[in-house]
């Protein structure tokens, strides 16, 4: 899964070819967190999401490169608005200083909290749907 001449234009970034190999066409992903980015240096401007992949690692992917199937926003994620526009819906301890840098570390603590968010957020996506008589179609 590659981003278009087009895509990349639009957001300003590109997405690294080894980190699009991870990706599967076709493939349903859970949502971690979600970020909307604004003139970034790294993400340019647009929507990224935040996706497992095997072995607790955590990839950022443009959200244009995927079908939203379930709308829903997660009850687990917190907003944060940040100094230089950008915007974050994260689980909180994805907030925390050097999260991320502990996730690619392997940091006992920091993979709990990960594995925890994965499975909250597993269990809320397979809930039923209460509202799931208005969607058209």
């Known amino acids: 899964m590659q981003l278009t001449p087009e895509q990349e ?13 991870l990706l599967t066409v076709g493939a349903q992903y859970l949502v971690i967190g979600l970020q909307y980015d ?13 996706l497992q ?8 992917a ?4 995927f079908d939203i199937v379930d709308g829903r926003p997660a009850r687990l994620w917190h907003t944060r608005l ?4 950008s915007i974050t819906l994260w689980p ?3 907030y925390r200083d050097y999260f991320h840098d502990d996730i690619k570390g392997g940091v006992a603590a920091a993979v709990a909290d990960l594995r925890r968010a ?6 809320e996506a397979e ?8 969607d058209a179609g």
């Open 9 to 21: 234009a639009r957001i300003g970034a590109t997405f690294p070819p080894d980190a699009a190999e």
């Open 38 to 50: 604004v003139n970034s240096i790294i993400w340019g401007t647009g929507a990224w999401i935040q």
């Open 53 to 60: 992949l095997p072995a607790e690692r955590l990839l950022f």
């Open 62 to 65: 443009p959200l244009c490169l």
């Open 82 to 85: 940040w100094e230089d526009g």
């Open 92 to 94: 909180p301890p994805f």
């Open 118 to 123: 994965v499975e909250l957020l597993q269990l």
């Open 127 to 134: 809930a039923p749907h209460p509202d799931r008589a208005l």
